[in-house]
């Protein structure tokens, strides 16, 4: 497992942010929810959107939890 395990790009034009969790592409999101959902499919069933704004194994690229516009 890497030391981010959650990586979430900079948003991309129409404001989504690719998310890869252990190194594979998991989807687009448009919001922390949709981040708590892919981190959910990927097996930490309780994992919501406050996990996602806190949590120290996300790592944020190109801004952070706000920041959904290019």
């Given at each position: 497992?890497?030391?981010?395990?959650?990586?979430?790009?900079p948003?991309g034009?129409?404001?989504?942010r690719?998310?890869?969790?252990?190194?594979?592409?998991v989807?687009?999101a448009?919001?922390t929810?949709?981040?708590?959902?892919?981190?959910?499919?990927a097996?930490?069933?309780?994992?919501?959107?406050?996990?996602?704004?806190?949590?120290?194994?996300?790592?944020?690229r190109?801004?952070?939890?706000?920041?959904?516009?290019q």
């Amino acid at each position: 497992m890497n030391d981010q395990p959650v990586v979430i790009y900079p948003p991309g034009l129409d404001g989504g942010r690719r998310v890869r969790i252990d190194g594979r592409f998991v989807g687009i999101a448009y919001s922390t929810t949709d981040i708590a959902a892919f981190i959910q499919e990927a097996g930490l069933q309780s994992f919501d959107d406050m996990d996602v704004v806190r949590s120290d194994g996300i790592e944020w690229r190109g801004g952070g939890p706000d920041d959904w516009q290019q």
